[in-house]
């Protein structure tokens, strides 16, 4: 599922650099492209559904969560150390702006899009030379990394001697309290998102993350005697995999026609209904799209198919690389001053970005891994085992 909004990022980022199909207007082809940017509800709901769910399957008999020490130490590996070695490489090769500065700090840490008064250390006409500019996404990650235990153990208290389905219950009305607070927040009459600590932190994307804290949640119950009846809608949509990424098409040409042809996140809209609307709406698109593939048939419709594809999957085993690589290769193909066109922009940024990419996931991201289940000394003592009896680690 990440591979597919990993290519999105690819073919939008060379539309967006090279200053849209004949500027940015509201030409179908921009409005298009453009409203590709609700695949990052896909991305934020997928990050809660699998770290949320191992976190919860024991209260139906599955296997113990894990400890918190555990579960700090597998995210920051995930996230830091590939986001370090793409922020210093291109600093360090083309000159990025603000790394090394007295808010190398900010920069290092994904806190930067909080403030974004530490980016005027960066010269005003070179924003997307600022860090990385992508990562304010990672930020977003980052943020709902430290919530979610706190979270889990709140409905962890609250599930304690329920039966299932009346902690069901409760829990997907906590998350639909919390989910819907988060857009109402953002829009009128509070305006939140106008602050950047809001809108560039889980708190005002949690609608999305709701959705996948509840996908997790039906996940680990019996569809057929625990899930509350308002819950039941995703058995039926299970059956239909082709009707649900037809649903989920027609939301996209939906919002391709109403909405602004800008990036929602820092789209001019008209005001703050139309921005919680276009979030509602891409949230459940983001939906419609998951659900086939993780409770479907994985044999049998169209959607399995298609992510089921070799091609797909290696995608999206590497898609972490080819977000954090690929912004800057098109800025510095694309932006005012190179002003190469959209065709050699997607052409040469995608054989740019792929190598690094792959590379990113094979030399970084996949030995370090190693270090999510064991600790540094327990894979060096391997390791020296292995070269002492001559016989290669176990894969």
């Not at 995210?75 to 603000?98: D, E, K, M, N, Q």
């Not at 990672?138 to 039966?163: I, S």
């Amino acid at each position: 599922m990440r591979g597919i909004p990993a290519i999105a990022i690819i073919v939008g980022h060379a539309w967006f650099f090279t200053g849209g199909f004949g500027g940015f207007t509201e030409s179908l082809p921009n409005r298009a492209m453009v409203r590709m940017d609700g695949l990052v509800a896909l991305f934020f709901l997928l990050s809660a559904f699998l770290l949320y769910r191992p976190m919860i399957a024991h209260r139906t008999g599955g296997p113990a969560p894990p400890r918190v020490g555990d579960y700090a130490r597998r995210r920051f590996i995930r996230l830091y150390p590939a986001y370090w070695v793409a922020l210093a490489g291109f600093t360090i090769s083309v000159g990025l702006y603000g790394v090394f500065s007295e808010h190398w700090w900010a920069f290092f840490s994904l806190t930067d899009f909080l403030d974004l008064g530490l980016h005027d250390v960066c010269p005003p006409d070179k924003e997307f030379f600022c860090g990385l500019p992508q990562s304010w996404t990672l930020g977003v990650d980052m943020t709902f990394y430290v919530l979610l235990p706190f979270y889990a153990a709140l409905t962890g208290l609250l599930a304690r001697g329920r039966a299932t389905r009346s902690w069901v219950k409760v829990e997907l009305t906590i998350l639909a309290v919390l989910g819907l607070g988060s857009l109402l927040l953002g829009g009128p009459p509070f305006e939140l998102r106008s602050f950047e600590w809001f809108r560039f932190s889980a708190l005002g994307h949690f609608f999305w993350f709701s959705l996948g804290l509840a996908l997790a949640v039906i996940s680990i119950v019996d569809w057929k005697r625990e899930l509350p009846r308002v819950a039941r809608l995703a058995r039926g949509l299970v059956a239909h995999p082709g009707l649900c990424w037809a649903a989920g098409l027609a939301i996209y040409l939906f919002t391709v026609f109403v909405f602004f042809p800008a990036p929602f996140i820092i789209a001019p809209f008209r005001d703050g209904w139309e921005y919680n609307t276009l979030n509602l709406v891409q949230g459940i698109g983001a939906v419609l799209l998951f659900i086939p593939v993780a409770f479907g048939n994985p044999n049998r419709g169209v959607p399995a198919r298609i992510v089921g594809h070799p091609m797909l999957m290696w995608v999206g085993l590497i898609s972490y690389g080819l977000l954090l690589w690929n912004v800057t290769i098109a800025v510095l193909l694309g932006y005012p001053g190179a002003d190469e066109g959209y065709w050699t922009v997607l052409i040469l940024g995608s054989l740019a970005t792929l190598p690094l990419a792959a590379l990113s996931y094979y030399v970084v991201e996949r030995p370090v891994m190693k270090l999510k289940y064991r600790t540094l000394r327990e894979v060096v003592r391997s390791r020296r085992r292995a070269q002492t009896t001559g016989s290669g680690e176990a894969g």
